[in-house]
T-cell receptor, first 111, second 117 residues
Framework: DAGITQSPRYKITETGRQVTLMCHQT?????MFWYRQDLGHGLRLIYY???????DKGEVPDGYVVSRSKTENFPLTLESATRSQTSVYFC??????????FGPGTRLTVL | AQKITQTQPGMFVQEKEAVTLDCTYDTSDQSYGLFWYKQPSSGEMIFLIYQGSYDEQNATEGRYSLNFQKARKSANLVISASQLGDSAMYFCAMRESNAGNNRKLIWGLGTSLAVNP
C-alpha cells in the first residue's frame, strides 16, 4: 500500500534501553520529519531530512539519533531512553512544497 | 515567545453551523506559509489548507477557508456547515521563510473542536 508507515505502533521500554522507531514512505518524497507530540507542547520537531544522507536537527534533538541511508526510510533511535521521552512520535514526509503526510504515530512509554 | 498562538483550547459548535478557530502568528519574514491540520481522535494528522503570505486571496478547500489578515498576523480557520466528523483537534502551523530550502513547520498547541448534534 502506498503511504507512510511507522513501526511499532506501541512500544514499552525501560530507562536506559536503546529503542529504534521505524518510518517508511512509498512516495520517494525528499523531505522527511520526526515529531513528538506531548500534551501542552503540541508537535515539536526532533529531526528532519532533506534527502538521503542529509539530516538536520530540529527543535528538540537531544537524546535522539537519525539516519537516512535510503530515501524511503527514516529511522529514529533513542540511544538511552529516559522517562521524559515518553511521547507519541510522528513521522512525516513532504509532498511538493506544502503538504506533509503523516504516519499513524508510535506511542512510546519509557518506564 | 510563542510564534503560533491558538487561544481557544476548546470550542463547541452546533452541527450545521459555522465555526472559526483562531490562530495568530509572529514572524519578521515577509515570505512565509500558514497551515491548518486536523487530528481526529484516531490520532492521524490530516492536512487541511495552506495560505502563502503573498497570496492575495484567502485560501479555500471545500468547507474550509482560511481568513488571512496579514496586518493583524492572524490566520483563522473557518469551517462552514459543521459536521459531526469535524470533531477533532485542529492545529495551526507556520513555515517561516518560504524562500530557500526551509521546510520546517512551527506548530501551535491546538484547539479541540466538539460538534454537537
Amino acid at each position: 500500500d502506498a503511504g507512510i508507515t511507522q513501526s511499532p505502533r506501541y512500544k514499552i521500554t525501560e530507562t536506559g534501553r536503546q529503542v529504534t522507531l521505524m518510518c517508511h514512505q512509498t512516495w520517494s518524497h525528499s523531505y522527511m520529519f520526526w515529531y513528538r507530540q506531548d500534551l501542552g507542547h503540541g508537535l515539536r520537531l526532533i529531526y528532519y531530512s532533506a534527502a538521503a544522507d542529509i539530516t538536520d536537527k530540529g527543535e528538540v534533538p537531544d537524546g535522539y539519533v537519525v539516519s537516512r541511508s535510503k530515501t524511503e526510510n527514516f529511522p529514529l533511535t533513542l540511544e538511552s531512553a529516559t522517562r521524559s521521552q515518553t511521547s507519541v512520535y510522528f513521522c512525516a514526509s513532504l509532498a511538493g512544497f506544502n503538504e506533509q503526510f503523516f504516519g499513524p504515530g508510535t506511542r512510546l512509554t519509557v518506564l | 515567545a510563542q510564534k503560533i498562538t491558538q487561544t481557544q483550547p476548546g470550542m463547541f459548535v452546533q452541527e450545521k453551523e459555522a465555526v472559526t478557530l483562531d490562530c495568530t502568528y509572529d514572524t519578521s519574514d515577509q515570505s512565509y506559509g500558514l497551515f491548518w491540520y486536523k487530528q481526529p481522535s484516531s490520532g492521524e494528522m490530516i492536512f487541511l489548507i495552506y495560505q502563502g503570505s503573498y497570496d492575495e486571496q484567502n485560501a479555500t478547500e471545500g468547507r474550509y477557508s482560511l481568513n488571512f489578515q496579514k496586518a493583524r498576523k492572524s490566520a483563522n480557520l473557518v469551517i462552514s456547515a459543521s459536521q459531526l466528523g469535524d470533531s477533532a483537534m485542529y492545529f495551526c502551523a507556520m513555515r517561516e521563510s518560504n524562500a530557500g530550502n526551509n521546510r520546517k513547520l512551527i506548530w501551535g498547541l491546538g484547539t479541540s473542536l466538539a460538534v454537537n448534534p
